[in-house]
Nanobody, 126 residues
Framework: QVQLVESGGGLVQAGDSLRLSCAVS????????MAWFRQAPGKGREFVAA????????YYADSQKGRFTISTDNSKSTVYLQMNSLKPEDTAVYLC???????????????????WGQGTQVTVSS
């Protein structure tokens, strides 16, 4: 059974940085893409960033380009989301996901992913 556990969330001020981590356990997801989504109160789940199974391609939502960076460690046991220049509108629960996603157009959709974490809260004050 695959488990994804997020950490690193917290309360920060606008302009600050945070690095989220997603620890993968259960089995190796060597050919799985990894992604981050977020869900704000009263809103639907929103794509944030994704990285292909081989790390060769990354994808970002337009509002995160240039501010957020997704990466993995060499063993793909941990996925990171470096978030810089945080804004109050970035406040949300951030969820890690893993899936056998290969088509570039599919990375942006939550239903393409097989496994999900419980999420970590990020709150950005103005």
């Amino acid at each position: 059974q695959v488990q994804l556990v997020e950490s690193g969330g917290g309360l920060v001020q606008a302009g600050d940085s945070l690095r989220l981590s997603c620890a993968v356990s259960g089995r190796t997801l060597s050919r799985y893409a990894m992604a981050w989504f977020r869900q704000a109160p009263g809103k639907g789940r929103e794509f944030v960033a994704a990285i292909s199974w081989d790390g060769g391609d990354t994808y970002y939502a337009d509002s995160q380009k240039g501010r957020f960076t997704i990466s993995t460690d060499n063993s793909k046991s941990t996925v990171y989301l470096q978030m810089n220049s945080l804004k109050p509108e970035d406040t949300a629960v951030y969820l890690c996901a893993a899936g056998r996603v290969y088509r570039s157009s599919s990375f942006f959709y939550g239903n393409a992913y097989d496994y999900w974490g419980q999420g970590t809260q990020v709150t950005v004050s103005s």
